[in-house]
């Protein structure tokens, strides 16, 4: 029976990453000279597709605001003690134009790997950035009116908001609850003739990629625009921003990916508005931060609902997971992330146990040497999994207790269902150990003796049929211990 694969993305900081390839081959690289060892590597883990973070061409009015904002300095060194001004190429979300960076190989360089990533069954995804532009980008000159204007009045008297270009004065890009950003131009949402231009810059885009990862995606959906910028945007379309582009775009390219960056519980708006995943940032934060109960709360909702989400622990925008959590801890969330419905994001290094987390703006990282415990962790776990496609179903399970031991609510339990294999997992996210009995929801034969192969730890768990269907799966785990249970029924 065919199956169709799941969407599991390497996200890759591009410049970053090549720059230690060529060290590594002690000779310069372009997108289309990577060794092919280095693709077969990330296939052998599992991933379907690659992100490329930051391969556009970075704005030299940006790069010069990273160099000298000194705000910024102290995060720099954190990430980067020995940070020089040369490891300031300019943010990847300053886009200056749509086109590969030369230092890159340009964009031929670009179609040359698509083809081969192609070939070699993953999916390229790229970046797309709705709400801003960098402040030198060419429609500050030939198209103004795609940009939210200001006065003079305003650039003078507040200066960090708002900036002057030829064409005029205009805001600095922003979200509604921090400062503006300082590199950035404010693209307005409202304007029909910008969301003319982002659809068509996105078909363009379109011939050089897979999709799209759309950054701050919920930033362009009306209520949130008008919030934002109030009476400077000028009054709402009838339409949604996102449903006119993406309309637009699978007018041409029907198959094309939509992937959004959401976050403030948005992701269903989003995904109404004809988005193929959403960022699920409210389970990154139960699984740093809370208990088991919150986090079977939240996988209540619909599957269909379920499937439309990218799970992750990590990606440039947040510490290193291995950095912050206790490794039981970190092992125990790293398995629940990859092994529910909907698509997977790691990020480079993620599988290496990298604990530093590289400031986005920086190109150049710390040396780290692998976790090889961490590492060895994640060849298991991904190969326990790969048997998971998208069109295995899941199921939450119920886990029950006693009335004098209720531990069995730090046990969250879910199996699929893959053609004919079932796989269960049970994970106690909690600090001390818990027991409780999980209700298989499979139809097992009276007396038959089942038998459960451990994926991760090679080990084998022979139970009686009739037991199990009368009285579920007793398990005990110690703390943040968990199984990855498959069976045949």
Not at 260 to 266: F, H, T
Not at 361 to 383: A, C, H, S, T
């Amino acid at each position: 029976m065919s199956t169709k694969n799941r969407l599991i993305i390497a996200e890759i900081n591009t410049w970053v990453w090549i720059a230690e390839l060529e060290v590594k081959a002690g000779y310069s690289l372009t997108l289309d000279s990577i060794p092919d060892e280095e693709w077969k590597r990330l296939i052998s883990l599992g991933f379907t597709a690659i992100w490329l973070m930051g391969v556009w061409t970075r704005s030299p009015i940006g790069r010069r605001i990273s160099q000298a904002n000194v705000d910024l300095y102290d995060e720099y060194a954190q990430s980067l003690p020995d940070w020089k001004m040369e490891d300031l190429p300019g943010s990847p979300y300053c886009v200056k134009e749509y086109s590969v960076d030369i230092g890159l190989g340009g964009t031929e360089s670009l179609k040359n790997l698509k083809k081969k990533l192609n070939n070699l069954g993953l999916k390229l995804i790229l970046d797309f950035v709705p709400n801003h532009t960098s402040q030198d980008h060419k429609w500050i000159t030939t198209h103004p009116e795609y940009y939210i204007k200001s006065s003079e009045s305003d650039y003078l008297q507040y200066p960090r908001e708002f900036f002057e270009a030829s064409s005029g004065f205009f805001c600095k890009g922003r979200d509604p609850f921090f400062p503006p950003w300082q590199d950035v131009a404010q693209l307005n949402a409202f304007s029909i003739s910008y969301r003319k231009a982002a659809s068509e810059q996105i078909i363009k885009i379109g011939s050089l990629c897979d999709g799209v990862r759309c950054d701050m995606a919920m930033l362009l959906i009306n209520h949130v625009f008008s919030y934002t910028w109030q009476n400077r945007a000028g009054n709402p379309p009838d339409t949604e921003f996102w449903h006119d582009v993406i309309l637009d775009v699978r007018d041409k390219f029907p198959n094309f990916l939509f992937i959004a960056e959401a976050y403030w519980d948005l992701e269903w708006d989003l995904i109404q508005l004809g988005f193929d995943y959403c960022y699920d940032k409210r389970l990154y934060d139960r699984l740093i931060r809370e208990t088991a109960d919150t986090i079977k709360q939240h996988l209540k909702a619909d599957v269909d609902y379920q499937v439309h989400l990218v799970r992750f622990l990590e990606n440039h925008d947040e510490p290193r997971a291995a950095g912050i959590l206790p490794v039981d801890r970190l092992k125990a969330a790293t398995l629940i992330s990859i092994s529910l419905p909907g698509a997977l994001l790691l990020y480079e290094g993620q599988w290496d146990g990298r604990k530093i987390r590289n400031h986005v703006l920086l190109g150049r990282r710390q040396n780290e040497l692998p976790d090889v415990e961490i590492r060895n962790f994640f060849q298991l776990l991904m190969l326990g999994v790969k048997d998971i496609s998208a069109d295995s179903t899941w199921e939450l399970c119920n886990v029950s207790g006693w009335p004098d031991n209720q531990s069995c609510h730090n046990l969250i339990a879910y199996c699929w269902h893959i053609h004919g294999k079932e796989l269960l997992i049970v994970v106690n996210y909690c600090e001390n150990p818990s027991q409780g009995k999980v209700s298989l929801p499979w139809k097992i034969e009276p007396g038959r003796q089942v038998e459960f192969h451990d994926e991760i730890k090679s080990e084998i768990f022979v139970r009686d049929g009739t037991k199990l269907a009368e009285e579920g799966l007793f398990v005990e785990l110690p703390a943040w211990g968990f199984h990855c249970l498959s069976t045949t029924i």
